[in-house]
């Protein structure tokens, strides 16, 4: 079988189109999230972080503001000064002292010398702060720091600054040099006192308050180092450095919440949580990728699977941001248990998307099962049901409800003699055409087809969706009906085709689906529905086109009505009052003022009827019901009473 073009053209366009999102959601996610996973692991850093107990052995000699005006220049740093405080921190047995400085210029000789000797010469290690030319020193400047007290250990003070936001994150160890392996200012304090660690890059470790604040490990500051007890240094890490307002100063994760002022601390701060994180074994561990994202992937087959089942459509949404928040709450409890670091943002927007995506297809998928089941369905069930259906599936089980309903039965005059005239083929030609018609009109005015049998529709307003309006419904469709199958009859094809008599009733009903489990129909049950079909039934026998009881002509009295006779059926212990309706024209509407003073006194047994009736049967010898009426009269019937023992 050939596939049409514009079908093979709508398949590439999806296809297309499936992949244009697929990739413009890998391009968002990868611009995405980065910034917003630094913020999530910002917050979760300074509030829920594992890192609340920093080691007691770390202090820092602050060289602040006051320290510096003693002095008659600011920078660099006296050195006479620095010498005198480094000999006597050395002079309380430190384990070591951290100097965060760069001594990469001269400055007094003297000075410089004795700062040399006091490093050189010191009993405990003394680390002090070394730069390379990656990190913008002159070939000057370098050479200068590499000479300076040759013999000092010596720490990188780089730190790891985020590309995107400038914030330092991650813990920097070191990097190769020409002389080899050069670590960290941190790494080299700790590896002083036998302390090691791998030479791969980490998150950084900060500690924190039970407020989010960064931690303030105990911080001096220097110019009260010669005054302050020695057991303030012994046996203790001593990091002397900068505490100045906007000289080495970095944004740290604590910024986020606690702004500039609290979260952007000095470089000698931050080196001293790198130094504690590696002092207590502190560490932020990534794990493998597919171990990272395992959690959110397993998440996303769930969110996947019940995109695509046929549920309702406000579940979905839900069920997606409650798996990818229970997934968020096991990972934020990973890390603030085990400081389990997983990737959190660009999973979840990657389920998101594909969830959206799925949910779409899937979404498609039902309404185009939900269209296909309407258009096959209505072909044999009413279009109202089906819809009843697709909108209630649990709706579709045996049993029924009391409703308040318009019946409608409709049958073809003479249709048994039309078909023993006619060839199979040609009348099922013309009883398709004229069923098809009929059909539309009855589904046109939002009525529900019960069956079809042979050549009558049986239909009912009021079910299964309510309808105010049922009674004028039904008339307006009698009357359309009539007009329908007179424009067939006039054009005739070589053959007689019968007028369609009509049949109304209303009241209540027991609806629903009645039948065995395998097979039940929609259908209408009760005496209202057998009432409609027997004032069908009388319409042959009165001469009328459509049979309305005044049940219904109550509620329609915007039509052209005209009293048709009280029906005694058989069975019924009280007669029915019914209507014919007929099109709104002048001359039925003379027609109905005539007809109507004549029916007056038939009504009230007046015997002036029969003359009435004489002359209505003269000035419209066609119309049936006048003609039944006068042949009662001339019997001695003088009354609207009509008995109907067979019906």
Same mark, same amino acid.
């Given at each position: !079988?050939?596939?049409?073009? *514009? ?5 590439? *366009? ?7 999102? %697929?990739?413009?959601?890998?391009? @968002? ?12 692991? =910002? ?8 890192? $609340? ?21 600011? @920078? ?35 000075? &410089? ?29 370098? &050479? ?15 730190? @790891? ?26 790494? /080299? ?62 944004? $740290?994760?604590? #910024? ?33 990728? +597919? ?52 990737? !959190? ?120 969706? +309510?309808? =105010? ?9 009698? %009357? ?35 039948? *065995? ?20 039934? /009388? ?29 005694? %059926? ?11 309706? !007929? ?28 003359? #009435?009736?004489? %002359? ?32």
């Amino acid at each position: !079988m050939r596939i049409p073009r *514009g079908i093979v053209s709508l398949r590439r *366009g999806g296809i297309a189109a499936s992949l244009a999102y %697929l990739v413009l959601l890998c391009i @968002s996610t990868a611009l995405v999230s980065p910034p917003l996973e630094n913020v999530l692991r =910002d917050v979760m850093m300074v509030s829920i972080s594992p890192f $609340t107990r920093a080691p007691p052995n770390i202090v820092v000699v602050a060289i602040t503001e006051q320290t510096l005006a003693k002095f008659p220049y600011r @920078s660099p740093l006296d050195r006479g000064f620095l010498a005198d405080i480094v000999a006597r921190i050395e002079s309380a047995h430190p384990l070591v002292i951290g100097i965060d400085l760069l001594f990469d210029q001269p400055t007094e000789p003297q000075k &410089d010398a004795r700062l040399e000797t006091v490093i050189e010469t010191a009993i405990v290690p003394v680390v002090i702060a070394s730069a390379s030319r990656i990190d913008g020193l002159t070939p000057r400047q370098f &050479d200068y720091l590499n000479a300076f007290a040759p013999s000092a250990k010596r720490g990188l003070a780089a730190l @790891s600054h985020d590309n995107l936001d400038g914030v330092v994150r991650g813990a920097f160890p070191g990097r190769v040099s020409k002389g080899g392996w050069t670590p960290s200012f941190a790494a /080299a304090i700790a590896a002083s006192t036998g302390i090691g660690r791998d030479r791969g890059p980490k998150e950084m470790a900060y500690y924190r308050t039970a407020n989010s604040l960064p931690f303030n490990f105990p911080t001096y500051p220097a110019q009260a180092v010669p005054l302050a007890p020695l057991n303030w240094f012994e046996g203790k890490y001593v990091l002397i450095g900068l505490n100045l307002q906007q000289i080495d100063h970095h944004p $740290t994760p604590f #910024a986020l919440l606690s702004g500039a002022e609290t979260g952007v601390l000095p470089g000698v701060a931050i080196h001293a949580h790198a130094l504690a994180g590696l002092l207590s074994g502190d560490r932020v561990t990534i794990p493998w990728l +597919a171990v990272g994202y395992a959690p959110m992937f397993l998440a996303g087959l769930f969110c996947l699977w019940i995109v695509s089942r046929p549920i309702p459509v406000v579940i979905k949404p839900v069920a997606v941001a409650g798996a990818l928040l229970l997934v968020w709450i096991g990972e934020a409890w990973a890390f603030a248990r085990f400081a389990i670091i997983f990737p !959190m943002v660009a999973p979840a927007l990657l389920v998101l998307g594909l969830s959206a995506f799925t949910g779409f297809l899937a979404w498609r998928r039902d309404e185009n099962a939900r269209r296909f089941i309407q258009s096959a369905f209505s072909k044999y069930v009413s279009p109202a049901v089906v819809a009843a259906i697709v909108k209630e599936p649990d709706a579709l089980h045996l049993g029924g409800e009391r409703r308040e309903i318009t019946c409608v039965f409709t049958d073809v005059e003479g249709f048994t003699a039309l078909s023993e005239k006619l060839a199979p083929e040609v009348l099922a030609d013309i009883l398709n055409e004229y069923l098809d018609g009929l059909c539309e009109l009855f589904i046109g005015h939002g009525a529900t087809i019960d069956k079809v049998i042979g050549d009558a529709v049986v239909g009912f307003f009021g079910a299964p969706a +309510a309808q =105010d309006d049922q009674a004028e419904r039904a008339v307006s469709l009698a %009357l359309a009906v009539q007009d329908q199958a007179q424009r067939l009859r006039e054009r005739g094809r070589g053959h007689s085709f019968g007028a369609t008599r009509i049949g109304i009733h209303g009241g209540p009903a027991i609806v629903g689906n009645f039948g *065995g489990n395998r097979f039940f129909n929609y259908t209408a049950i009760g005496d209202t529905v057998n009432t409609a079909a027997r004032l069908e039934g /009388a319409n042959k026998y009165i001469g009328t086109k459509n049979c309305i009881s005044l049940e219904v002509a109550k509620k329609a009295t915007r039509f052209l009505l005209r009293p048709a006779g009280v029906l005694h %059926l058989k069975g019924k212990s009280q007669g029915i009052e019914t209507f014919e309706a !007929m099109s709104r024209t002048s001359e039925n509407t003379m027609l109905c003022e005539e007809y109507g003073k004549a029916y007056a006194l038939l009504a009230a047994r007046d015997k002036l009827a029969r003359a #009435a009736f004489e %002359l209505l049967v003269t000035n419209y010898p066609q119309d049936a019901l006048i003609a039944f009426h006068h042949s009662r009269l001339a019997s001695g019937h003088f009354r609207a009473d009509i008995h109907l023992p067979d019906k």
